[in-house]
């Protein structure tokens, strides 16, 4: 019941991209902010062990896509080949 609006702001994302293939700032801005409320209603800490796990993990992840746009496409430049800025974006996020 807690998570309910980092799920509509998760279908706002969704309408926004299939509408308009493109995705505004403010809900970006909204999603971290309906993640903070939803753990600051849980009682969590804000800066907890699941966040440095999530940036460790991301960091990975971002680390082997580059690898394999350098072999795939012989650039380092994600943004140039394939992915939106707004896709690392919603990732960091």
Known sequence: MIGIPVVLVLCLVFYQDLKQRAIH????????????ATKYLKGEQLLSVDILLNCSYMLVLITILLLYFR???????????????????FWIV
């Open 71 to 89: 072999l795939r496409f012989g650039s380092w430049n994600l943004l140039e080949k394939g992915l939106g800025l707004g896709d690392l974006v």
């Open 25 to 36: 700032l403010f809900v970006f801005v909204a999603l971290v902010c309906a993640e903070f």
